[in-house]
């Protein structure tokens, strides 16, 4: 095996150049692809357990008598929800633990098609990785342990006597079935949507993910729906160093110092401790011998829902809580992700303006060579591993760091403050609808002939006078972000579009406001809950 392996190598390195021809001295030989485009490394792969195998058959306690609705999926199961009385789907107000679904009520403006004659011409997708585990060092695999620990020294009654016989079954960190299936999905979907733009020569474009094994194989998915199985063929996937103290604009936080989540777990809590009363109170009512039962474990036991409907497929967690305790289990990471990478956070734009900043470079055709932000120029400066000129760019990150990046682009429409003490229930910031497993931003350019009336109901007068113009056009988890809503440079638009110049202009506005430097390496001072609204440090 190793020799054989050895004489590939010697037959690659002899494509390469093997000295620089004024020396004798033998320089980099290119024996082997570069380790950014060799996806069997396994290096920086994070953690990688691997959960027990679905049981769904034995395990679904559903259909419950009376419902007859069979959901086309495994998951999404029938699951009595007290208080439901709308029918509507817990499974769709897990924030970003929710498996995918389109935003459901869109984001102030409605969806407006291409005007004739007007041409998609660019797009620039990221997204998040699909459905998993719960990561390594997550709080559910805390609760996981301390019941396996627990074991027989307690009774549980009633709703809770399924803890009797209930074990920790799930892996950690990596793809779970349901998440390998959303972004084949969501590949087949761009494949419908944008497949015009992989170049008809048949070129390779470059797509780039991180090291991480979920980065990596939700990439791999998403290519194979795209381009099926044969993508390899198609696309050469670049994977970034994830890791800290590495530039990686697809994990932003691993390269800014002062990245914190204490003050937003924080205002989860006590959060938790409004709209958990009555669920944590049931909870330890139907326990009985040697179990110490938390507030957090209460809240972690809605996190445990989630995990063990994406990773068996049906959770005896989900139906403890009434639909108004999914909503609060929402909100609090509506909370939490706002405090912690959103507009309520000093690290907000900080740590999403290197990806924005390099969204920008491909829109104007150039590349980045002087350091800035946590990009990693050794990649950005040549058009190898940053093409200038692709028409189709693919990226893929994760919660957090899309969610800092909308916040570094100055999307205030997504500024709200939360308070801990009740859901406003006319926010924006809903985390199931901007961030849900496999999310995804896709940012178009539209060339029109013309410029394309601001009222799009017009259709008499669709073109004005003048010349050609170009138009970005945000679309986040398949709804349009308005931009004119957040940078006024972009006007009111019916369609949400913003003139390319002008967005451009909004955006060098964006790129100082970050204050990168500042937020991620200053010595300010942390401010509590609510203090923050701008995603950057108060000023002094
Ligand atoms: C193929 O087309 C792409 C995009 O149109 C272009 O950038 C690239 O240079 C072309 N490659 C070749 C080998 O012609
Ligand atoms: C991928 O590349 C192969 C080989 O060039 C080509 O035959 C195929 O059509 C491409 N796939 C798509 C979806 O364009
Ligand atoms: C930049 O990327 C290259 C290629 O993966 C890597 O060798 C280097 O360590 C990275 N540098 C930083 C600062 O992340
Ligand atoms: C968060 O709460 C803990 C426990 O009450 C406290 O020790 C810690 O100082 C708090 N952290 C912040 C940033 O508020
Ligand atoms: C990584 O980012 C830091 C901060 O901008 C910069 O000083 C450093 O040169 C960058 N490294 C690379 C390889 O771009
Ligand atoms: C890109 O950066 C690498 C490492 O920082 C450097 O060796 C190389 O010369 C640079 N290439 C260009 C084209 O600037
Ligand atoms: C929601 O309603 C409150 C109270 O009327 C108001 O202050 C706030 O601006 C509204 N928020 C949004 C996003 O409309
Ligand atoms: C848009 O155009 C339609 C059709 O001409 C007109 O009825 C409507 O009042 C216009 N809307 C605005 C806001 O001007
Ligand atoms: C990062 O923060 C730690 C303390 O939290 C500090 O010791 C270190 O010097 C900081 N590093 C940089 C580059 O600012």
């Given at each position: 095996m190793l020799w054989a392996l050895q004489v590939l190598l010697h037959l690659l390195s002899s494509f390469g150049p093997s000295t620089d021809g004024t020396s004798n001295t033998p320089t980099h030989t290119s024996s082997k692809i570069p380790d950014y485009f060799d996806t069997t490394l396994g290096w920086f792969a994070g953690p990688t357990q691997t959960g027990e195998a679905p049981y769904l058959a034995q395990t679904n306690v559903a259909p419950f008598a009376g419902v007859s609705y069979i959901p086309n999926a495994p998951l999404e199961t029938q699951v009595p929800i007290a208080g439901n009385a709308h029918n509507q789907n817990i499974f769709q107000r897990l924030a970003n633990l929710s498996p995918y679904f389109p935003s459901p009520r869109g984001f102030g403006v409605e969806e407006y098609p291409v005007p004739p004659g007007s041409h998609v011409q660019w797009v620039n997708m990221v997204s998040r990785h699909g459905s998993r585990y719960p990561e390594m060092n997550g709080r559910e695999r805390k609760l996981g342990q301390k019941l396996t620990e627990a074991k027989g020294k307690f009774k549980a009654h009633g709703a809770l006597a399924f803890l009797n016989d209930w074990r920790f079954m799930l892996g950690a960190e990596i793809l779970v079935p349901i998440g390998k299936q959303e972004l084949f999905n969501s590949g087949t979907l761009h494949y419908y949507q944008y497949g015009h733009l992989y170049p008809n020569n048949g070129s390779k474009i470059i797509a780039?993910?991180?090291?991480?094994?979920?980065?990596?194989?939700?990439a791999e998915y998403f290519l194979a729906g795209f381009f099926g199985l044969g993508w390899t063929q198609n696309a050469t996937l670049e994977m970034v160093i994830e890791e800290d103290g590495f530039n990686n604009t697809m994990a932003g936080y691993k390269a800014c110092n002062r990245s914190n989540w204490d003050?937003?777990?924080?205002?989860?809590?006590e959060w938790a401790s409004v709209y958990l009363v009555d669920a944590h109170s049931r909870i330890k009512g139907m326990i009985s011998g040697d179990l110490e039962w938390t507030l957090e474990d209460t809240y972690n036991s809605q996190a445990l829902c989630a995990y063990e409907t994406v990773a068996l497929g049906f959770s005896h967690w989900c139906g403890l809580f009434t639909y108004e305790e999914?909503?609060?289990?929402?909100?609090s990471l509506d909370i939490g992700f706002s405090a912690g990478v959103g507009f309520q956070s000093p690290v907000g734009r900080a740590t999403g303006i290197g990806y924005v900043a390099e969204v920008l470079a491909r829109m104007q055709h150039h590349l980045i060579?002087?350091?800035?932000f946590q990009i990693n120029t050794t990649l950005t400066n040549n058009t190898i591993t940053f093409p200038t000129h692709q028409a189709l760019n693919l990226d893929f990150s994760h919660d957090s760091n899309i969610i800092a990046i909308l916040t570094a682009y100055g999307l205030t429409q997504f500024a709200d403050s939360l308070p801990l003490t009740h859901i406003p229930t006319n926010r924006s910031f809903i985390l199931s609808h901007l961030e849900p497993f496999a999310g995804r931003l896709d940012i178009e350019i539209i060339s029109t002939p013309a410029p394309v009336n601001s009222n799009r109901t017009d259709l008499e007068n669709i073109y004005l006078e003048g010349k050609e113009t170009k138009y970005v056009h945000f679309v986040l988890n398949q709804r349009t972000v308005p931009l004119g809503r957040s940078l006024e440079e972009c006007g009111e638009r019916d369609d949400g579009w913003c003139e390319l110049g002008m967005f451009l202009r909004a955006?060098?506005?964006q790129l100082q406001l970050a204050d990168w430097e500042y937020a991620c390496f200053g010595d300010w001072e942390p401010s509590g809950y609510g203090s923050v609204g701008d995603g950057r440090p108060n000023p002094k």
């Amino acid at each position: 095996m190793l020799w054989a392996l050895q004489v590939l190598l010697h037959l690659l390195s002899s494509f390469g150049p093997s000295t620089d021809g004024t020396s004798n001295t033998p320089t980099h030989t290119s024996s082997k692809i570069p380790d950014y485009f060799d996806t069997t490394l396994g290096w920086f792969a994070g953690p990688t357990q691997t959960g027990e195998a679905p049981y769904l058959a034995q395990t679904n306690v559903a259909p419950f008598a009376g419902v007859s609705y069979i959901p086309n999926a495994p998951l999404e199961t029938q699951v009595p929800i007290a208080g439901n009385a709308h029918n509507q789907n817990i499974f769709q107000r897990l924030a970003n633990l929710s498996p995918y679904f389109p935003s459901p009520r869109g984001f102030g403006v409605e969806e407006y098609p291409v005007p004739p004659g007007s041409h998609v011409q660019w797009v620039n997708m990221v997204s998040r990785h699909g459905s998993r585990y719960p990561e390594m060092n997550g709080r559910e695999r805390k609760l996981g342990q301390k019941l396996t620990e627990a074991k027989g020294k307690f009774k549980a009654h009633g709703a809770l006597a399924f803890l009797n016989d209930w074990r920790f079954m799930l892996g950690a960190e990596i793809l779970v079935p349901i998440g390998k299936q959303e972004l084949f999905n969501s590949g087949t979907l761009h494949y419908y949507q944008y497949g015009h733009l992989y170049p008809n020569n048949g070129s390779k474009i470059i797509a780039r993910t991180t090291t991480q094994k979920r980065m990596r194989e939700s990439a791999e998915y998403f290519l194979a729906g795209f381009f099926g199985l044969g993508w390899t063929q198609n696309a050469t996937l670049e994977m970034v160093i994830e890791e800290d103290g590495f530039n990686n604009t697809m994990a932003g936080y691993k390269a800014c110092n002062r990245s914190n989540w204490d003050v937003a777990y924080n205002a989860t809590v006590e959060w938790a401790s409004v709209y958990l009363v009555d669920a944590h109170s049931r909870i330890k009512g139907m326990i009985s011998g040697d179990l110490e039962w938390t507030l957090e474990d209460t809240y972690n036991s809605q996190a445990l829902c989630a995990y063990e409907t994406v990773a068996l497929g049906f959770s005896h967690w989900c139906g403890l809580f009434t639909y108004e305790e999914w909503e609060g289990f929402e909100y609090s990471l509506d909370i939490g992700f706002s405090a912690g990478v959103g507009f309520q956070s000093p690290v907000g734009r900080a740590t999403g303006i290197g990806y924005v900043a390099e969204v920008l470079a491909r829109m104007q055709h150039h590349l980045i060579t002087t350091p800035e932000f946590q990009i990693n120029t050794t990649l950005t400066n040549n058009t190898i591993t940053f093409p200038t000129h692709q028409a189709l760019n693919l990226d893929f990150s994760h919660d957090s760091n899309i969610i800092a990046i909308l916040t570094a682009y100055g999307l205030t429409q997504f500024a709200d403050s939360l308070p801990l003490t009740h859901i406003p229930t006319n926010r924006s910031f809903i985390l199931s609808h901007l961030e849900p497993f496999a999310g995804r931003l896709d940012i178009e350019i539209i060339s029109t002939p013309a410029p394309v009336n601001s009222n799009r109901t017009d259709l008499e007068n669709i073109y004005l006078e003048g010349k050609e113009t170009k138009y970005v056009h945000f679309v986040l988890n398949q709804r349009t972000v308005p931009l004119g809503r957040s940078l006024e440079e972009c006007g009111e638009r019916d369609d949400g579009w913003c003139e390319l110049g002008m967005f451009l202009r909004a955006q060098e506005r964006q790129l100082q406001l970050a204050d990168w430097e500042y937020a991620c390496f200053g010595d300010w001072e942390p401010s509590g809950y609510g203090s923050v609204g701008d995603g950057r440090p108060n000023p002094k």
